[in-house]
Nanobody, 121 residues
């Protein structure tokens, strides 16, 4: 099994910044993509940013130019630097990782418990 633990959420004023961190632990053989999703009030969960194992990054249009995703493969961590935050960025942010735990098993997705980000106007 793989456990994902997020940290770094909180309350910030519009225009401010936050940095989210996510650490993966457990019986990890390999990690493919790592990503951040978010779910706002009454909204479906949506992809915010993803970084595959090759390091190329992809972002939702709504956060391009404001958010930066990065990963530390040595520490099995992924980060989300969020700048110029807007009230519409308010959501629970979830860490996601596609990881393999055994050579005979296919990699699968794992999720963190989520961290609340609230942006006040």
């Amino acid at each position: 099994q793989v456990q994902l633990v997020e940290s770094g959420g909180g309350l910030v004023q519009a225009g401010g910044s936050l940095r989210l961190s996510c650490a993966a632990s457990g019986n990890i053989l390999s990690i493919n993509h790592m990503a951040w999703y978010r779910q706002g009030p009454g909204m479906q969960r949506e992809l915010v940013a993803v970084v595959p194992s090759d390091g190329n990054t992809h972002y939702a249009d709504s956060v391009k130019g404001r958010f930066t995703i990065s990963r530390d493969n040595a520490k099995n961590m992924v980060f989300l630097q969020m700048n110029s935050l807007k009230p519409e960025d308010t959501a629970v942010y979830y860490c996601n990782a596609n990881a393999g735990t055994a050579r005979w098993a296919s990699p699968r997705d794992y999720w963190g418990q989520g961290t609340q980000v609230t942006v006040s106007s």
